[in-house]
């Protein structure tokens, strides 16, 4: 069984010029916003986004959601790392918190109930996007 957001976006376009974002919670009707290299926030919103995954937005805090999850894939909520939001499979919870030091990953059962985890930590002002370390030697 393949699980997919619940709206038709077939596709997720990001180019260096636009960058869609959606305000709505990933289960409801999407609310997308397009802002370009000119919007004052454009800058956090591409350092934001990981790959394959659709960019939401609450109370100004940017999070993802995975476009899809495979059969059987495991899916993360990551409230502090070098991405934030909900992820697909153990590789891209990885990605999220390798070399963040404090780095905050757990598995959930579904990206609706790893969503609602994150607008928690929203609300709670326990969510951090951090850089990752990197060795002064590489």
Known sequence: M???????IKRV??????????GALSTGRPELTVI????????????????KS????????FYNIPVQVKPRQEVFCVTCGAYIGVVAGWENALNCVLGVPGAIHYP?????????KIRNAIDEGCIEMVEPWVSPDL
């Open 54 to 61: 659709v960019l939401h937005v609450y109370k100004a805090v």
């Open 36 to 51: 370009n290299q000119n919007h004052p926030r454009y800058e956090n919103a591409a350092r934001s986004l990981a790959d």
């Open 108 to 116: 959930v059962d579904s990206i609706a109930i790893g969503e609602e």
């Open 13 to 22: 376009f990001t180019s260096p010029q636009v960058i869609f974002i959606n």
């Open 2 to 8: 393949l699980t997919t957001i619940p709206f038709g």
